[in-house]
């Protein structure tokens, strides 16, 4: 019996014992449930053969607090190439397969970039059969989801477990403790298989659950003590409980550091049990294992590591501390010094006093390293311990082998400034990354249009596996029949996001507009308040001038705000209350809208990124580390409209400055002016600035009492106790995005010389695959072979 029939009769027979009822009977999330678990009684043995055939050969770890999944099942049934038949098999039930998929709620158990970026690399390596297993927690609640009253960011708990996950097994004979100075806890794994391209590798994400050794205690039980009787098992489950939002002041918290060490310390068991079930002692520990720390967050593994090699197995310290080096390498993924980590040192001495004292032999033995290279007297610009602080970067950096940035102007920074002196002492330990992102998510699976044509022109469809194969499609540039078909899908993909964001936001927008997206964190670096002037200087001309020459206009905005982060949600207010403004405004004839999509996330960001006819990737030189949706743009045919900032230099190189709208200050340029810098200047001096700037303080807009839209407005003109006054730049950088979007207006009107451009972004954009970063992980840092 083919897998199609085994797959029926296991959803009759699962459909009946868990709900009950006849699958046909079943609601939507049910149906989703009863499907996935009947796949999975076909993929677990694949899973388990394929994990057998790296028996023995080094392998590579990814130790990351986030993993950014969205949903799984199109992507599995795309990978194991059973898409077709199961929407087959669900038409013999009239049942519409693309609802039982919006059943399936987004794995969201990370922020954003850097999430998504650790879900990304694990199809990527999976595609490419290498051995890469992912470690990390399995929070109850993920990242919040977002609604908006009032125009206010509200933040809800993301339940996305309620009705259990199907894609993951739950390990109980794998669980391990784990200590901390006030209890132990229960370490539980729950592994999801991650299917390659082909269904050939299917790798393991291990994610962990805190529960209490002690669930119940029966003699406080039987006092009436009912709160103190669970009180273990609430301490204990606090700790996968909820996923940290990105938010500066969430720096210190203890549950924080505690979820950091019990995913750690868990993994790091689990990888020591399984080793020396093999060979009898920990000597050859960084032959077959390369941990990669996915920034500083589980930094913690370096003296754990120490610990466990010199307490546990009577190492001697300069042996493990070489196995240690060895074995692992470190992701920066910032340079925004107040997100660089630091623990007060009071929080580790007390809740894991041992693992503290690795740390301090670690810094004295980097004093003494110090002093024999003669430099005695620079020791304090390397010290781990710092004043009251532990400084993570620094501990990463002195006990792996290998430290990249994840962009090539994010690593020069890093090199010549940010950490310039640890270049000067280890420069063969530092390296660049660029980062990728997966064709088969961001391409194949959210955009089968485009792909289609794409497999169709080049007779294959290789490019799944290797994108580098889009390069072909350029010589299609001058060809009007392709180009159009192009704008055909392009126009498709517009109303399909139309048709849903009419659905879900009650908007109706323009499909033959210009679709303006920018879709990201909100943070002030990123300036969506930039982008949010733009907006109503726009308007304000058209209120002036209601003939002005101009293409339509949606401006699309997606993003969640940290919940701490006042500026950040006054800026959402802002946008919010913008396109109250504007979109009721009878007076501009709908030649510009404005949406801000509610709780953006995975699964929205593949319905925006194929819709798309600009890109905003606007962030202020030298601060985005290299950014990612910038690629799932190109990917789908969308310029730029950029700062030359992360890898949106890199995107230029390759598509060509001609064919994205570049502006504004570059890195070098804002290294000569910051010292002088006065955004008071063009404030007064920048046509029409003033007028927007102070619609944040002239009663235009409410921000509901809050006294916020002043703040943001101070800020910018007055800087605040911890900054100087417009510390991004917005005022010198208005003038010269106003003029870069005026290049887009008039670009956008010739279709043919439009589209050209969207086809060479799309052509060239082979370089910005997940695949090429992975093999180069694999080669250049983790020294692993392909199965
Ligand atoms: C810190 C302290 C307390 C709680 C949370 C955090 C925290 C959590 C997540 C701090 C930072 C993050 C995430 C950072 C991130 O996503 N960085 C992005 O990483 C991408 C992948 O490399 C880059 O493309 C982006 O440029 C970078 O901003």
Redesign the pocket.
Known sequence: MDYKGKIQERIKSYSLTTFGKKFIDCNDKEKYITLVKGLMEEIVPKWNNSLSKYHGKKKAYYFS??YLMGRALSNNLINMNWKSEIKGLLEEYQIDYNKIEEAEDDAGL????????AACFLDSAATLDYPLMGYGLRYEYGIFSQKFIDGFQVEKHDNWLEFGDPWSIRKSQDKVVVNFSDGDVLAIPYDTPIIGYGGNTINTLRLWKAEAIRPFDLEEFNKQNYDLSVKDKNDAEYISKVL?????R??G?IL?LKQQYFFVSASLQDLIRKHLENYDNLDNFHSLHGIQLN?T?PTVAIPEMMRILTDEYDMEWDKAWNITVKTFAY?N??ILQE?L?QWPIKLYKSLLPRVYEMIEKINEKLIEELKEKGMSQKTENYEIISGDNIKMAYLAIYGTHSTNG??QV?TDILTESELNNWYKLYPERFNNKT?GITQRRWLLKSNPELSDLITDLLGSDKWITNLEELKKLEKYKDDEKILNKFLDIKQKKKNQVAEYIKENEGVEIDPNSIFDIQIK?F?EYKRQLLNAFHILDLYYRLKDNPDLDMVNRTFIFGGKAAPGYERAKGVIKFINEIKELVNNDKDINEKIKVVLVTNYGVSYGEKLFSAADISEQI?TAGK?????GNMKFMLNGTPTIGTLD??NIEIVEEAGEENNFIFGLKVEDIKEIEDSYNPTKYYKEVKGLKRVMDSLIDGTFSDGDTGIFKELHDSILKGASWHSPDQYYLMKDFDSYREAHKRVDNAFRNRRDWAKKCWINMANAGKFTSDRTIEQYAKEIWDIKKA
């Open positions: 607090a986030e990370g922020n954003g970039g850097l999430g998504r970026l940290y939002p990105n938010d500066s969430e720096e918290k924080r920034d967050h992701t993924h910032t997100a980590e994840v962009a994010h980062n964190r943070h962030s985005e580390a290299s950014g990612t992360g890898a």
